[in-house]
């Protein structure tokens, strides 16, 4: 846990039922009421209070009630309800609902996930999600709910490179969403026309992008 002063306290990895059993931390947020989640690789996603709490709730797949589709979590965030969104490397999108349960949005069945990988969750500030999904392009859930709309490739370019991984997402202040990729360079996202503009590295142009893999 890092302070103003530095690192305050260490977690260290446990095998008690209510520990850090996962040494893989893939994603972490906080929620409006201080209670801090965990993505894990392998573990599902880890619950603490509060930054003083050193307890773990764990959740996870389970086949007793509607739950995580596996334990593998790549991204955790809270939308503007507060509420818990969960993206899996291989079993879709989850929104969390009463008593520890949780709700499946996206997943295969969809027919857009190749592979059922979520990797990136960015909640605008009109509580629509917009899921960058592993090989499979974007995924926009107007107002928290299907339908939805997907952009598995972004123009003639991107589908000639075969790079539809979605890496990063972001909104600026006028309300465009730039979304980085592996490969196929930075696109600009304008909600009201729906188009797409490129962004690419050119080893001629030294003012271009220095490579076309954009993480953040």
């Not at 530095?6 to 209670?35: C, F, M, N, W």
């Not at 949005?105 to 996930?113: C, V, W």
């Not at 339908?147 to 909104?171: C, G, T, W």
């Not at 142009?205 to 490579?211: C, D, F, G, I, Y």
Request: net charge negative; no cysteine; glycine share 10%.
């Amino acid at each position: 846990v890092i302070g103003p002063i530095g690192i305050e306290r260490t977690i260290p990895q446990s095998d008690a039922p209510d520990g850090l059993t996962s040494s893989i931390i893939e994603s972490i947020v906080q929620d409006p009421k201080g209670a801090i989640y965990l993505g894990t690789n392998g573990s599902g996603v880890l619950r603490l209070d509060d930054e003083n709490d050193q307890t773990f709730e764990y959740f996870t797949h389970s086949h007793n009630k509607p739950s995580l589709g596996n334990n593998i979590i790549s991204m955790v965030d809270i939308d503007r309800n507060g509420i818990l969104l969960v993206g899996t490397d291989g079993a879709g999108l989850y929104r969390s609902e009463v008593k520890g349960t949780f709700a499946h949005i996206l997943d295969r069945k969809n027919k857009i996930l190749e592979n059922g990988s979520v990797h990136k969750i960015f909640v605008d500030e009109q509580n629509n999600y917009w899921i960058g999904l592993f090989g499979a392009g974007l995924a926009f859930i107007p107002g928290n709910r299907p339908p939805f709309e997907h952009y598995q490739f972004f123009d003639s370019a991107m589908e000639r490179l075969a790079k539809n991984s979605v890496l990063a997402i972001v909104e600026d202040h006028a309300k465009m969403i730039w979304i980085g990729t592996d490969g196929a360079g930075l696109y600009k996202f304008d909600p009201v026309t729906r188009h797409f503009t490129s962004y690419q590295h050119s080893p001629t142009n030294k003012n271009t992008l220095s490579a076309n893999v954009v993480k953040s």
